[in-house]
């Protein structure tokens, strides 16, 4: 029998241009008014603004004693402040509103005797110190969400916390499910024994989970026969009451292909077949060792700006990093909670940059999951799929910063940026190279960017020195079965893994910024270190962007 090829495959980047270029999704929903309560899963159908400022009231970030800070300065171990707890020091717990006069909290733990009559302050504390000031997490009139996102059940306490009792959103998609096949069985009547030459019918109650989860009404149809006519028919029925149809049909290149016929009876058929590239994708295969679900979050500042200079920030947001199937030993395995120090510098710096103003179009990603080990992690020997269609050996599973990067790092060419900055605690060979709490190392495939970055870390105090990106650092990356390996061994450990990202930073300037020695201060405070670089997570890199992009808006 001759096969015969309706349409030539498309790619998926094809498919989806071809959709899109027909078809803007949300705009065939008509929006209805809920209560916030009640719109976890539903998509906003307009920006949503806060009505009050959230905190609305100065709060306390920590327990302790809310003061004036003004009352503290002066004070040292030798001259201590002695404030008088219930009319100079009030005890408050954390989340409680500052007492009137008080504008910071000293931790109880820095009190010697907090059940005493007064408490000693042996060095002064700043204005705000432990406070969450008014309006700290949102400002009355800032938008709270977007038009066009999920409402998350954060996103529902971010909504009732700045007085958004009532919400706008698109009516729930009604979605029509066609199982097709002569052969199948219902699922409703799987508890008896198969005839011979049928199957069991239950991709459609798959598609039902599936549809539902995404925020859709699904409807199951009858099973239809093998024919074009009853397809047709069946069709046309749930179209005239549905919003979409999915049909639960293989779709073939042979000459008895109902699907095409029919879709083909009644419009035109924009794409028969998707040429999809196998593989796990990149983040998903970090991800899929643990019980936590992966998070691609994607911010924007002046989306609707096509006249500004856009540049990408991209950090890494492993939230805890066991080292998956390749495991960390246990010494400071606490410590890999603050794995995800990119991610937060970016998203410090995406908050930053709105109450600023700055005029650019600004993106933040930051692709998070943890990376555990399990009975469904990846493992050495896996080939991973990233985003841009590479294919990935894995050799160690605690080279998963760079994996997930590499999604982002792809996905942030549609943005057609400037420029893509990506921050992340990437490798222990970094500190090896600087120093812990020295530098953090600079690599980039443009000398103007590299120079930019360079000049912000000098005026912001987050100091960076450039790394070279030689090309023997790719042959490093070979590989027998992928187009590169995630690790190239301990040797190049630095170097290696920074060419890696470079694979999937195409088009555009981009700049890698690896801070693993300058996430975390592990020494006591001291008199000659700034009061912002405290023991513990520094938020490097927040202040290094910042100025990067206050010195690209007033460079124009």
């Not at 900055?421 to 530098?439: F, K, M, N, R, S």
Request: aromatic share 6%; glycine share 10%; hydrophobic share 45%.
């Amino acid at each position: 029998m001759k096969r015969h090829i309706y349409l030539r495959m498309k790619s998926v980047a094809e498919a989806r241009e071809i959709f899109l270029s027909r078809f803007t999704p949300g705009t065939f929903l008509p929006p209805e008014g809920v209560l916030t309560v009640a719109a976890r899963g539903r998509v906003t159908a307009a920006p949503v603004w806060a009505r009050r400022s959230s905190p609305a009231l100065h709060q306390a970030a920590m327990d302790g004693f809310a003061v004036a800070a003004a009352a503290t300065f002066g004070a040292t171990p030798e001259a201590p402040r002695r404030l008088r707890v219930g009319v100079e020091a009030f005890p408050v717990n954390t989340g409680h509103v500052m007492p009137p006069g008080t504008d910071a909290v000293i931790m109880v733990e820095q009190i010697p005797d907090p059940e005493a009559e007064t408490i000693t302050v042996e060095a002064p504390i700043f204005p705000w110190h432990n406070v969450r000031r008014v309006g700290e997490d949102l400002v009355a009139g800032e938008m709270v969400l977007p038009e066009g996102v999920r409402i998350t059940p954060w996103g529902q306490g971010a909504l009732l916390a700045a007085g958004v009792t009532r919400v706008q959103v698109r009516r729930r998609p009604r979605v029509v499910i066609i199982p097709t096949g002569s052969e199948l069985i219902p699922a409703s009547e799987l508890d008896r024994d198969l005839p011979p030459g049928r199957l069991p019918e239950f991709n459609s109650v798959m598609l039902s989970g599936l549809v539902a989860e995404a925020g859709g009404v699904p409807e199951v149809a009858p099973i239809c026969p093998d024919d074009t006519a009853s397809l047709v028919a069946a069709l046309q029925e749930a179209l005239s009451r549905a919003d979409m149809v999915l049909i639960n049909a293989g779709s073939s290149a042979g000459t008895e292909d109902y699907t095409y016929q029919a879709v083909a009876a009644l419009g035109e058929v924009l794409v028969h077949g998707v040429a999809m590239m196998p593989g796990k994708p990149t983040l998903l295969g970090v991800a899929q060792g643990s019980e936590e679900p992966a998070v691609f979050i994607v911010l924007e500042y002046n989306p609707d700006r096509p006249d500004l200079d856009t540049v990408v920030l991209v950090g890494k947001g492993i939230t805890f990093d066991s080292g998956g199937i390749s495991l960390k030993q246990a010494d400071n395995l606490d410590r890999m909670r603050g794995d995800m120090a990119g991610g937060a510098a970016v998203l410090a710096a995406m908050q930053a940059i709105g109450r600023l103003g700055l005029p650019l179009h600004v993106v933040g990603l930051v692709p998070a999951t943890e990376n555990m080990p399990g009975g469904y992690a990846y493992k050495p020997g896996d080939v991973l799929t990233a985003m841009n269609g590479k294919t990935i050996e894995i050799i160690s599973t605690d080279a998963e910063g760079r994996l997930i990067l590499a999604d982002a790092l792809a996905y942030a060419r549609r943005f057609e940026p400037k420029a893509v900055v990506d921050i992340a605690t990437l490798t222990g060979a970094c500190v090896v190279a600087l120093g812990q709490g020295v530098a953090a190392g600079l690599f980039s495939n443009d000398e103007g960017l590299l120079t930019r970055l360079q000049a912000a870390g000098n005026a912001g105090g987050e100091r960076v020195w450039p790394l070279p990106l030689y090309d023997e650092y790719l042959e490093k990356l070979e590989s027998l079965t992928a187009d590169v390996v995630n690790s190239a061994g301990r040797n190049s450990g630095v170097g290696s893994s920074a060419m890696f990202l470079k694979q999937f930073a195409e088009g555009y300037p981009w700049a890698h910024l690896d801070i693993a020695g300058m996430s975390f201060e592990e020494r006591p405070d001291t008199p000659k270190r700034p009061p912002y670089l405290r023991k513990g997570g520094t938020g490097f890199g927040v202040r290094l962007l910042i100025q990067f992009l206050r010195d690209w808006a007033a460079a124009g």
